[in-house]
């Protein structure tokens, strides 16, 4: 690997400015229903106070669009982070100015301080450099730990880089180790799974992964476009009219590079999107009305077939609407399936994590990125600005 970890430095004395993923969601009265990502973060900072450092976190919480808002301060993240890591943490009510400077002035090996939303100024999304800058001068060295933000150049992902010695967390240090690995020299077979709602969010990684996969198996409601583009109805299904086309495109592309792209040969089928719905199994062809909402037991069954032989996996997008647990079986049985296989598996962040944690199989799989958007860009080819901003390894 060529970028620097937290493992590269001596973090002895030395003030370790945290790029930390925060973004939990909250419920209205404030508390964090799902930890995760506090969770995920503490191997790196734990590295960093071992190792005789003093930790400044910084994250965002939400979308408070460039101003405070009480509703997304990090105060409950400090409160978990306190339990966690079994000690004090000062968090303070700003990320910039001299209330921010003055206090880190005073801290010492060992201590934890949490800097205030990063969001509440503009200058964050906008990678303003005198922002960067201000960031920067709190810290002696910088880490990102916050894989889902890499893809965005923000002032605390690239712009901070600029002035700080920097490299990556432990989170950061494993998406990097698996998403190479699947860029550069993937174990063949390579299979891709491609599902979830929109062609549109994922049409970029067909062009891409055709350069290296072996298969594509294409499920959810994307699939739908595809079929459509050949000619098949697909009745009241979700489609994307203006994508068929691409996905045509797509299509004989697949055929002159002699990948194989797999799409639904059934479907389960249902009048409406609810879990009271009248459902049924129908071929390739949907009747008019009915909405395709699942993959069906033929389609199950070949994606399996194409399955079982690969070395290296990676699935974005859920097959079927997980959610309601009636469209949720072609999900949980691929899911179940690729838990078993021996291969290299990949899951994408967003939907597919959270089906798989559904699942509750998410030690079953070899890697499961904490970015939804940032896994896709990286299979996309495209160079995640806060990973490339980090120092290279000499
Ligand atoms: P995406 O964000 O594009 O990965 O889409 C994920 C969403 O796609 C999930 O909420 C799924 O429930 C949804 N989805 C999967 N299959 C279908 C389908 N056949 N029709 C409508 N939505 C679907």
Not at 133 to 140: N, Q, T, V, Y
Request: glycine fraction near 10%.
């Amino acid at each position: 690997m060529k970028k620097k970890s937290i493992r590269d430095f001596d973090l002895k004395g030395k003030k370790i400015l945290i790029r930390a993923d925060f973004n939990v969601p909250l419920d209205a009265d404030l508390k964090i229903t799902d930890d995760t990502r506090i969770k995920s973060s503490i191997p790196t900072i734990k590295h960093a106070l071992d190792r005789g450092g003093s930790v400044i976190l910084m994250s965002h919480l939400g979308r408070p669009k460039g101003e405070a808002n009480e509703r997304m301060r990090l105060d409950p993240v400090r409160d978990r982070l306190k339990e966690l890591l079994g000690r004090d943490v000062r968090k303070l009510n700003d990320c910039v100015g001299s209330d921010v400077r003055d206090a880190v002035k005073s801290i010492r090996p060992g201590d934890v301080m949490l800097l205030e939303n990063l969001r509440f100024h503009k200058e964050e999304e906008k990678n303003d450099s005198s922002f960067a800058k201000e960031l920067a001068s709190l810290g002696d060295i910088f880490i990102n730990d916050a894989f889902g933000t890499c893809h965005r150049a923000h002032a605390s992902t690239e712009g901070v880089t600029k002035y700080l010695p920097s490299g990556s967390g432990f989170l950061v240090e494993k998406e990097i180790r698996y998403f190479e690995s699947l860029v550069e020299k993937p174990e063949k077979p390579y299979v891709a799974i491609l599902g979830g709602a929109k062609v549109s969010d994922k049409i970029q990684v067909f062009g891409r992964l055709m350069d290296n996969v072996d298969a594509i198996l294409v499920g959810g409601a994307m699939a739908y476009t595809f079929l459509k583009s050949q000619g098949v109805n697909v009745g009241g299904s979700k489609l994307e009219a203006d994508k068929l086309d691409l996905a045509k495109d797509i299509l004989d592309k697949s055929e002159k590079k002699n990948v194989k792209i797999v799409l639904p040969l059934d479907h389960i089928v249902a009048d409406k999107i609810d879990e009271n719905a009248e459902t049924k199994e129908v071929g390739r062809e949907i009747p008019d009305k009915w909405i395709g909402l699942d993959i069906g037991k033929m389609t199950i069954k070949k994606f399996k077939e194409v399955l079982k032989t690969a070395k290296t996996v990676v699935w974005n997008g859920p097959v079927g609407y997980f959610e309601i647990s009636k469209f949720g079986n072609g999900t949980k049985e691929i899911a179940g399936f690729l838990a078993d296989l021996s291969a290299t598996t990949v899951i994408g962040g967003g939907d597919t994590a959270a089906a798989i944690a559904k699942l509750g199989l998410e030690e079953k799989m070899s890697h499961i990125s904490t970015g939804g958007g940032a896994s896709l860009e990286y299979l996309e080819g495209k160079t995640l600005p806060g990973i490339a901003a980090l120092n290279d390894r000499e």
